[in-house]
């Protein structure tokens, strides 16, 4: 007999698990559902290659998928090489009980508690009046990469202290370099947590709307450089569906368009990581 | 290949950062607008029309709130702030220029026999307190309300007028937009709801089932929003701190005029009168 299965006793647990797990799925499948069925009858190629008219309700939403995908580079650009960094200062080069390590460790889960409207107000504060950038992609994307840096940071850092000791311990015996051990070994082996953090990070950062009002904004041109402001797909279906009469048709289409774009974000993400990990990063 | 990330990391900071110095040659004029959330879409689309006939000119227009709109007028980060609501008292050192009128009014099915409601009478239904049109005057039959899902502008302005909390309200139907609740309305003759009066009367118009009832005996006509009579109503204003000149002026003129009054009305908005 199995040793896994559940004894009979455990029926009435068991059956309480998968009804908690069949009722997740149910939401998730509802949730698909409406969207589709709402959304999918407005989607064409008209709707992806053309400009938003009559404040959203006609037209399409190609500006807007364009300022969305900007905003999402400058985050990952920005937030990415930082995070790096950071987790391999936390990981390898500070003693898990140090007292710096400890009080960067509570700064970041401090921060990455912190409402996404906060950060908002400060990317507003921060980058848009006090460095100048105004309303402008710049500003989104950096504000967004403050925002989810503390999420990459610990599940990078967790993810390379879950190397095994003998991982390290061989490599030094066979004389490679620090930089070369990190490259070919412990990054590769933190792979699977960089992608966790980055399928987090990223979701968090194109679903996000507070903090892009205050910081990218609300024009809904065609973004002429990262200055310009730009309109992410976030805020223009919170847009559509709360301030626009006769805006609910478009803001499900978006809704849909903003979800297969994040299946294709995450699908890509998972491709490079597990390439990345199976090659090193001396691809 | 941890150099060629780096490199294209510095790279591709710099490909986008001067991107807006090498079209300094036909730089255009910003104009900057911010504020209420309910006006921004009104003024991206009358902004777009400004900038179709004056292509020298770019208007930036950002949403965040009717408060935001107040502060980032005075503190000069925008040329203009979007108010949808009168000024305050501590707010009277700005200047507000009217663009349109909102106003809300209660709605029935045209079969409805009921011509009136009073205002006690609707707090009651709104309430939940009178739960049968017989008691107002109309057939034997269970009330239907109707009522706007949170955050809509049109919900405050009713509560406030109305002096109802959200919470007591305990509505049957809970709707998003105006065209949703006279949808929802004209398929449901005892039902009642509240919605934006342009809205309600061009619908009307068209044959839409619905009427239109008067709040506090004052009929809810587009003209009575318009000079200010009807009760429930607000202006949506454009704000500036300064007595405006310039482009600023221009683009104010241009949302006040006879241009936009199409624009006004496809946003279910009341323009001003003429």
Same mark, same amino acid.
């Given at each position: 007999m199995n040793r896994l299965a559940p004894a009979k006793n455990e029926g009435f647990a068991g059956f309480v698990l998968w009804s908690v797990a069949a009722f997740i799925v149910a939401v998730f499948a509802w949730l698909m559902a409406d969207i589709l069925i709402h959304g999918a009858?407005?989607?064409?190629?008209?709707?992806?290659?053309?400009?938003?008219? /009559?404040?959203?309700?006609?037209?399409?939403?190609?500006?807007?998928?364009?300022?969305?995908?900007?905003?999402?580079?400058?985050?990952?650009?920005?937030?990415?090489?930082?995070?790096?960094?950071?987790?391999?200062?936390?990981?390898?080069?500070?003693?898990?009980?140090?007292?710096?390590?400890?009080?960067?460790?509570?700064?970041?889960?401090?921060?990455?508690?912190?409402?996404?409207?906060?950060?908002?107000?400060?990317?507003?504060?921060?980058f848009s009046v006090y460095l100048g950038l105004g309303f402008s992609i710049l500003s989104g994307g950096l504000t967004l990469a403050c925002m989810i840096l503390p999420l990459l940071i610990r599940t990078l850092e967790a993810g390379l202290r879950a190397n095994p000791a003998r991982d390290r311990l061989a490599a030094a015996a066979l004389g490679l370099s620090y930089g070369a051990s990190l490259r070919h070994i412990l990054l590769p082996g933190a792979a699977p947590a960089l992608l966790a953090g980055l399928l987090l990070g990223g979701g968090r950062a194109i679903a996000e709307t507070a903090a892009l009002v205050y910081t990218s904004g609300y024009v809904d041109r065609m973004p002429g450089s990262l200055l310009d402001s730009g309109r992410a797909l976030s805020v223009h279906i919170f847009d559509l569906s709360m301030n626009v009469p006769g805006g609910d048709q478009n803001a499900y289409a978006s809704a849909l368009v903003l979800i297969v774009l994040l299946f294709i974000v995450n699908v890509t993400t998972a491709g490079i990581v597990s390439r990345w990990r199976k090659t090193g990063l001396a691809i | 290949?941890? /150099?060629?990330?780096?490199?294209?990391?510095?790279?591709?900071?710099?490909?986008?950062?001067?991107?807006?110095?090498h079209a300094a040659g036909k730089e255009k004029?910003?104009?900057?607008?911010?504020?209420?959330?309910?006006?921004?879409?009104?003024?991206?689309?009358?902004?777009?029309?400004?900038?179709?006939?004056?292509?020298?000119?770019?208007?930036?227009?950002?949403?965040?709130?009717?408060?935001?709109?107040?502060?980032?007028?005075?503190?000069?980060?925008?040329?203009?702030?979007?108010?949808?609501?009168?000024?305050?008292?501590?707010?009277?050192?700005?200047?507000?220029?009217?663009?349109?009128?909102?106003?809300?009014?209660?709605?029935?099915?045209?079969?409805?026999?009921?011509?009136?409601?009073s205002n006690a009478e609707i707090v009651a239904i709104y309430q939940g307190k009178i739960k049968n049109w017989e008691k107002v005057g109309g057939h034997d039959a269970p009330i239907t309300v109707i009522n706007k899902s949170a955050g809509h502008s049109t919900l405050e302005l009713f509560t406030a007028y109305f002096k109802l909390k959200s919470t007591e309200i305990h509505p049957d139907v809970i709707?998003?937009?105006?065209?949703?609740?006279?949808?929802?309305?004209?398929?449901?003759?005892?039902?009642?709801?509240?919605?934006?009066?342009?809205?309600?009367?061009?619908?009307?118009?068209?044959?839409?089932?619905?009427?239109?009832?008067?709040?506090?005996?004052?009929?809810?006509?587009?003209?009575n929003v318009q000079n200010g009579r009807f009760p429930i109503r607000r202006p949506l204003n454009l704000v500036t701190q300064k007595k405006p000149t310039g482009w600023v002026l221009r683009f104010i003129q241009f949302a006040r005029s006879k241009d936009v009054r199409a624009v006004i009305q496809e946003q279910y908005f009341v323009p001003l009168p003429e």
């Open positions: 009858a407005q989607i064409s190629w008209d709707f992806l290659s053309t400009a938003p008219e /009559k404040a959203g309700r006609r037209g399409g939403i190609l500006p807007i998928l364009v300022s969305t995908l900007l905003i999402m580079g400058v985050c990952l650009l920005a937030a990415l090489p930082i995070a790096l960094g950071t987790a391999i200062l936390l990981a390898e080069f500070t003693p898990e009980k140090s007292a710096f390590g400890r009080m960067v460790r509570r700064a970041l889960d401090v921060l990455a508690g912190v409402p996404s409207i906060v950060f908002g107000l400060f990317g507003n504060a921060f | 290949m941890l /150099k060629i990330l780096l490199l294209f990391w510095v790279l591709s900071l710099q490909i986008f950062l001067p991107q807006h110095t004029t910003h104009l900057v607008l911010t504020g209420s959330s309910t006006v921004a879409p009104l003024v991206s689309e009358i902004a777009r029309l400004f900038e179709d006939s004056h292509p020298e000119i770019q208007v930036d227009v950002q949403s965040g709130g009717s408060s935001r709109g107040i502060a980032d007028a005075r503190r000069g980060l925008a040329e203009i702030g979007l108010v949808s609501r009168d000024l305050k008292e501590n707010e009277k050192d700005l200047k507000a220029f009217s663009i349109a009128f909102d106003g809300i009014t209660i709605i029935l099915h045209r079969d409805n026999p009921v011509k009136k409601l709707i998003g937009d105006n065209a949703q609740g006279i949808k929802t309305l004209s398929g449901n003759p005892d039902a009642i709801a509240y919605v934006s009066i342009g809205a309600a009367a061009l619908e009307a118009e068209l044959g839409t089932p619905i009427k239109l009832l008067p709040v506090a005996n004052i009929s809810p006509t587009l003209e």
